[in-house]
């Protein structure tokens, strides 16, 4: 436990100190990523995610984040209140891809399906957030939006892309 506290509050600081700039940049966002997350998990870039055709997308993020938009064609699971019920329908074998806003939350989730026996599950590294920052689309109801869910006002000075919603 005191072996992970020291780099969560090493990235709480680090976190801090770029949100205070007037602009976040990607070497603060690398930084703090690595700082957030286990890497226990398969971790796959936005590059390499647009290329795969094969993977189902699942959305970690609240349910009011995900009606904002979302990556076209993923399937809502919720991170509060994730129930394995909800990818009973998916085959243990099929490729999937989990995201959230940053990749904490879809890191959580995928560890879950690991363990329940999926077999090949990647977090999105950077989550949705890298997803917009890197020019990819964002769909509502299938029609491409700029809007973006970014949580709150301090995750969301890692938005460098897009409308920010809050609500």
């Not at 329908?89 to 995928?110: F, L, M, N, T, W």
């Not at 689309?137 to 938005?159: E, P, Q």
Request: glycine share 6%.
């Amino acid at each position: 436990m005191k072996k992970r506290l020291l780099p969560i509050m090493l990235t709480t600081w680090l976190a801090i100190l770029a949100a205070c700039s007037q602009k976040a940049n990607d070497r603060s966002y690398k930084i703090m990523l690595k700082g957030l997350l286990r890497h226990d998990v398969h971790e796959i870039d936005v590059a390499t995610a647009v290329k795969d055709s094969s993977s189902i997308f699942l959305d970690a993020r609240e349910k009011a984040e995900f009606e904002v938009s979302q990556i076209r064609g993923a399937q809502w699971i919720g991170y509060n209140n994730f129930d394995l019920n909800s990818v009973k329908s998916i085959a243990k074998d099929q490729p999937i891809i989990v995201y959230c806003s940053v990749g904490y939350r879809s890191e959580k989730i995928a560890e879950k399906l690991v363990a329940a026996g999926y077999q090949s599950v990647s977090n999105l590294y950077g989550g949705i957030f890298s997803w917009v920052n890197e020019g990819q689309a964002v769909y509502r109801n299938n029609i491409a939006t700029n809007d973006l869910h970014a949580y709150s006002s301090f995750w969301g000075k890692w938005l460098r892309k897009g409308n920010k919603v809050y609500d």
